[in-house]
């Protein structure tokens, strides 16, 4: 029986999120042998991570689909496929958690995060006592979801030796994104120079290789693609993600906060380093955005102005030239690992589906 793309894509989401409910359900269960505060602490976190966009999980199975031999229009989504994608999902999401601890965050998209409903919900003495508890809880829920994923990936109803490349892969996963995370909020406190290249690469190590080259990788693994399909995704994906981070960037300065949803021109009060940053530095405007820039107090006027400077200075052209490159890039090591038949066309035109997605986004 064949199924429509459509389908497919519907399916997919539905099994992500059944298996996603069972690892929580089961996690919830076993917690109750430590405490309803710790049980109810995992109920939370099913309520803030279920119901998501799924986007590094649905990459996975699509990569796998297309990757995997079948008629066309079939559902060849194995058990292990779907698993490894539930467990992806629950990586990003202990990251997450971590991040919203290192930033102080205590909402995500306008509505309060797993720290901020603990701390409204807990009979704390003090709102100190409240956010310490909620901090802190965020803290060990990330390192039991880093756990878990990681325990998904040893589970994986695959043979051993992929078993084994999948736990590198997922190894390598993790340490890339700390040494990514780490670089971010050295940058932020001025403990490393702000340089282009520095950025790039944290970019690449945070947000890069967990969101796009470890599912494109994973799939190649799942669908027993050869060694040199996994080093392409690979580079494809660290391509993607740049374009995906600087294009993030790029929102946060000079989109439009109505559409994509995040706090408006919240990079530049927050002094964050990016691409755009580092090239207004080598520009004669920085001496005129500098003293404003990492400024809390940074009114919406003053914050337009510093867009203004940074668009007539060349910062925002300079970055979307740079996001231009990145997708470029990838079609080319499509196309040439389509000629080579690392990759079949069905494969390759998924991924481009995922690049059409980025060119022009806004959220």
Same mark, same amino acid.
């Given at each position: ?25 089961? !996690?919830?269960?076993?917690?109750? #042998?430590?405490?309803?505060e710790f049980a109810a602490l995992w109920r939370a976190a099913a309520d803030h991570s279920? $119901? ?12 796998? =689909? ?6 066309? &229009? ?17 990586? !990003? ?10 930033? $102080? ?26 956010? =310490? ?18 325990? $998904? ?28 995370? =780490? ?28 969101s796009f080259s470890l599912p494109l990788r994973a799939a190649a693994l799942l669908s ?16 993607? $993600? ?14 439009? !906060?109505? #559409?994509? &949803? ?51 200075? &060349? ?8 996001v231009g490159d990145q997708l470029d890039a990838v079609h080319t090591l499509l196309a ?12 390759? =035109? ?14």
């Amino acid at each position: 029986m064949t199924m429509t793309a459509a389908a497919i894509h519907e399916d997919m989401g539905t099994r992500i999120e059944e298996a996603l409910r069972r690892r929580f359900v089961h !996690h919830s269960a076993a917690a109750e #042998a430590y405490g309803s505060e710790f049980a109810a602490l995992w109920r939370a976190a099913a309520d803030h991570s279920l $119901g998501g966009k799924l986007v590094r999980p649905r990459l996975l199975l699509d990569i796998h =689909h297309a990757l995997t031999p079948g008629d066309v &229009g079939s559902a060849t989504l194995t058990p292990a496929a779907v698993e490894v994608a539930a467990h992806i999902e629950l990586l !990003h999401y202990a990251f997450l958690l971590h991040d919203d601890v290192i930033d $102080g965050d205590l909402t995500r998209r306008k509505r309060p995060n797993l720290i901020g409903a603990l701390a409204a919900g807990t009979p704390a003495a003090t709102e100190e006592d409240a956010l =310490h508890w909620a901090r802190s809880s965020a803290i060990l829920m990330g390192d039991l979801l880093l756990t878990a994923a990681v325990m $998904g990936f040893a589970r994986a109803d695959v043979p051993a030796d992929v078993r084994s490349r999948l736990l590198d892969l997922v190894e390598e996963t993790i340490v890339e994104t700390v040494a990514g995370e =780490h670089t971010d909020v050295a940058l932020s406190h001025g403990i490393i120079a702000p340089d282009l290249t520095t950025i790039l690469s944290m970019s690449v190590y945070k947000t890069a290789t967990y969101s796009f080259s470890l599912p494109l990788r994973a799939a190649a693994l799942l669908s027993g693609s050869s060694v040199s399909a996994e080093r392409t995704l690979t580079s494809v994906g660290r391509h993607i $993600g740049l374009a995906y981070q600087l294009q993030d960037d790029l929102l946060c300065v000079f989109g439009d !906060h109505r #559409a994509h &949803g995040k706090d408006a021109f919240s990079d530049l009060r927050e002094g964050k380093e990016t691409a755009i940053i580092a090239y207004a530095r080598s520009t004669d405007a920085w001496d005129d955005i500098a003293p404003r820039f990492g400024s809390a107090e940074l009114s919406m006027r003053d914050a337009e102005g510093l867009r203004d400077q940074l668009r007539a200075c &060349g910062a925002e052209a300079f970055v979307t030239d740079l996001v231009g490159d990145q997708l470029d890039a990838v079609h080319t090591l499509l196309a040439d690992a389509q000629l080579t038949g690392e990759i079949g066309a069905d494969a390759a =035109h998924t991924i481009l589906s995922t690049v059409s997605r980025l060119e022009g986004r806004r959220a």
